[in-house]
């Protein structure tokens, strides 16, 4: 815990620093990210457990990452004291009433771009990109279907906190882990048969360190075809929990989702600052995260399989804050998710 704490308080040193710089795309941005931020910190203070450290085959971390950032813990059953994400502030929206996502302007200059960044790779990428400032974008093969990997875990994420904001459940609603979930084990070893964890737990392994065990322990407990109902009712018709099968998803729906975090509004807003913590606290940063300098704050979701690769997220470009996803089939055997992401970000900071 003390290590934790001296965390807290260097992350919170440079919080003013880093406030300088995330302008995002007006004062909006701003309260959106320094509430994720906040919240991580009163989490941690609060008691919360750190995460696992080993991670047997997650890639080598190539960028530091802001120390405000790398500071954030997320839920545990410490939220409730905390009391920041526990009680919605407002009566949530449903589904049923949500507005769909903000206008979508093509950009051919940008479009080019991706296409030249892919070259002959082109094929198997699908890359989907859209500035939360003024709506403009571009895409590659944005509807082409992948095996979701890891981002499935965005997709329960999503449904986890638009349950708890229904009350539906509590982040303190606790879970046993049986011999079937510990066969989803990928190398973190984040849990042992017969642990028991709170859905605010789960929360913070499936996404800090992308732990699979507590991922479909967490899908399974709010419900395949409720997540799947909840991806639809924002118009995400391709990508979802298809099973017997796979998750599926594709750039496209995944950028729609991922505004739908960013922009707020749809849930209370301590649920999209939240969402936002937990995507700043992902470990494995060898795409998005790789791309852009290391001041630049990057909330994203990694996965990864032997037949796919996958980075997506929201950077926080001072003033300019965009939507990258970049998926891969890995069939050309060419890694450009890193290359991708540092050309996407010089084209809006050479705009910004």
């Known amino acids: 815990m003390a290590s934790l704490q001296s965390q807290v308080l260097s992350g919170a040193g440079t919080l003013g620093r880093l406030a300088e710089r995330f302008h995002l795309a007006g004062w909006a941005g701003v309260s959106r990210l320094m509430g994720a931020m906040l919240i991580g910190f009163a989490l941690v203070l609060g008691g919360c457990t750190q995460a696992p450290a080993d991670q047997t085959d997650a890639p080598t971390i190539s960028t530091p990452r802001p120390t405000a950032v790398a500071a954030l813990a997320t839920l545990s059953p410490a939220a409730s004291a905390a009391n920041t994400t526990q009680v919605p502030t407002r009566p949530p929206t449903t589904p049923a009433v949500e507005a769909p996502p903000a ?18 790779s082109l094929p198997s990428y699908g890359v989907y990109v859209k500035s939360l400032k003024d709506g403009t974008g ?57 642990d028991v964890v709170t859905v605010g737990e789960a929360l913070r392994l499936m996404m800090a360190i992308s732990d699979t065990p507590t991922g479909v322990l967490l899908q399974d407990t709010v419900g395949i075809a409720e997540i799947n109902a909840a991806l639809e009712a924002l118009s995400i018709d391709n990508s979802g929990l298809f099973y017997p099968g796979d998750p599926l998803a594709t750039a496209r729906d995944v950028g729609v989702l991922l505004e739908s975090v960013a922009a707020g509004g749809r849930l209370p807003e301590a649920s999209h600052d939240a969402m936002v913590g937990l995507l700043l606290s992902e470990g494995i940063d060898y795409g998005l995260r790789a791309g852009v300098p290391s001041e630049i704050g990057v909330a994203h979701k990694t996965g990864s399989l032997p037949v796919a690769l996958h980075d997506a997220g929201i950077v926080y470009l001072p003033g300019a804050a965009y939507v990258l996803v970049v998926l891969w089939d890995r069939q050309s055997g060419v890694d450009l998710i890193e290359t991708i992401s540092r050309g996407v970000y010089e084209y809006y900071e050479s705009r910004n």
């Open 103 to 120: 206008a979508y302007v093509a950009d051919p200059a940008l479009a080019a771009l991706l296409q030249a960044l892919a070259g002959d």
């Open 138 to 194: 571009a895409s590659v093969n944005a509807d082409k279907v992948f095996r979701a990997a890891s981002l499935f875990k965005l997709f329960v994420m999503w449904e986890a906190f638009r349950q708890e904001s229904l009350g539906l459940i509590s982040f303190d609603t606790t879970m046993e882990v049986t011999p079937y979930y510990k066969t989803f084990e990928l190398g973190t070893n984040a849990v042992e048969v017969g």
